[in-house]
């Protein structure tokens, strides 16, 4: 089985060796020596990354920018571009119906840099962060290798995390309580009211709450998607994670950012001082054009992840009346229950050969005592539109897997 915590402590020697290999990289050796014919090439769904270029006019803005702004081949403030911070905090004042202000953005290198410097100027070896299962594998990477014990916050049927049961995991060594929504890798929406209970936790027991909104740009709901920015002293405990690489296609220019109180970011400056020095300048140059200009591409951006979730729900029957189920589905991804016997770590890796497909395996998401890991895959739609989708589910319901029950009762 592909596990992510099957590492013993007696082996470590370094930081890097307490945590998995990269779970996408992993996956891509799932292709090596199969061909895929012509007339049934490679579906592939395990990254969620758009490999589509920014658009014309972006791209347009951007040569101009690598002949007219010297400032983008230099060195910049660690904290990031000025009015590139001026700026979200302008378009999030207006977004969230709050004020934020300049000095508490910071800009950083994908919002990856921007929870480990989280990580960095809040915890220490041995402290705690409470992170909702399935998890974002690329957080519980970073703790591993910080020190910081993840501790899986179980969900329910729906995938939602329970405030409640939350509040009795927290110790006097836990930091913060992690929440990706919409999520990755389930692509549940978490309902507003249910962030803000958990801010309320998180400011009662005196924690912070980390909230990664890097797919907030593919909402199914319009407006603020929760009220956390118009909480009194919401800088205190909210610690605000955000990616241009999905909304502007900026994936290789790596431009995150972070919203939180000016002391937690002055902490995080010594983490992004000695990582990075400062953001990608490029990047941010290119971000703060289209925050400025693209506004309404966007949105036909936002449409066309919709169509894609539409089509996930609008295929689903094809898998059902085999006794598949889709467990959540927003932003980039479908989080799908199978019938067959196979744990999904073996399962995927059969996908390739059988049926052209790549996909992650829920155990890539889980502890490796979790058993829900074994019953689900990851589907990410980035990079296939609706007839793709379609083919995808054909080739799924095509499937002839034993359904027998595993010995193991996974």
């Keep these: 089985m592909y596990s992510l915590t099957a590492v013993r402590i007696d082996q470590v020697t370094s930081a890097t060796q307490s945590t998995f290999a990269p779970p996408v ?12 014919p012509p007339e049934r090439p490679l579906i592939n ?9 920014p658009p014309d006019e972006m791209r347009a803005a951007m040569a101009n920018i690598i002949v007219n702004e010297p400032q983008a081949h230099l060195y910049g403030p660690v904290l990031g571009l000025p009015e590139l911070r001026a700026e979200v905090a302008a378009q999030w004042s207006h977004a969230y119906g709050s004020k934020i202000d300049p000095t508490q953005i910071a800009i950083t290198s994908g919002c990856n840099q921007a929870f480990a410097a989280t990580i960095s100027a809040i915890a220490q070896t041995g402290d705690e962060v409470l992170l909702p299962t399935p998890w974002y594998f690329n957080h519980k990477m970073w703790l591993d290798m910080a020190g910081v014990i993840a501790k899986p916050l179980p ?38 009211d249910l962030v803000l209970r958990f801010f309320k936790l998180a400011q009662e027991t005196g924690i912070k709450l ?23 002293d919401w800088d205190q405990t909210l610690i605000h994670l955000y990616s241009f690489s999905k909304a502007f296609r900026l994936t290789g220019h790596r431009v995150g950012a972070m919203i939180t109180s000016p002391k937690i970011l002055a902490e995080s400056e010594k983490f992004l001082d000695t990582v990075a020095i400062c953001p990608n300048q490029m990047g941010q140059f290119s971000a703060l054009w289209g925050l400025r200009n693209l506004t309404q591409w966007l949105s036909g951006e936002r449409d066309e992840i919709l169509a ?6 609008a295929n689903m029957p094809k898998l059902t009346a085999q006794g598949w189920s889709l467990k959540g ?5 479908a989080y799908v229950q199978h019938p067959f016997a196979m744990p999904s770590d073996e399962l995927a890796q059969e996908l390739v050969k059988e049926a ?3 996909a992650l395996p829920g155990t890539m998401f889980t502890p490796i005592d979790d058993p829900n890991g074994a019953r689900h895959l990851r589907i990410a739609f980035a990079n296939i539109d609706s007839d793709g989708i379609a083919e995808l589910f054909t080739r799924l319901a095509a499937l002839r897997f034993s359904l027998a029950t595993s010995s193991t009762g996974k």
């Design 25 to 36: 990289m992993e996956a891509r050796r799932w292709l090596e020596g199969v061909t895929f």
């Design 45 to 53: 769904v395990s990254q969620a990354a758009p490999v589509d270029l």
């Design 155 to 192: 969900t329910d049927e729906g995938l939602l995390p329970d405030p409640d049961v939350a509040r009795g995991l927290i110790t006097k060594r836990t930091r913060a309580i992690s929440l990706v929504t919409p999520n990755n890798p389930a692509g549940v929406e978490y309902p507003a």
């Design 210 to 232: 980390i909230v990664d909104e890097t797919y907030r740009d593919f909402h199914s709901q319009t407006g603020a998607p929760h009220p956390l920015f118009q909480q009194a």
């Design 308 to 313: 894609r979730r539409a089509a996930i729900e």
């Design 329 to 333: 589905c927003g932003a980039y991804f």
């Design 356 to 358: 052209g497909i790549l």
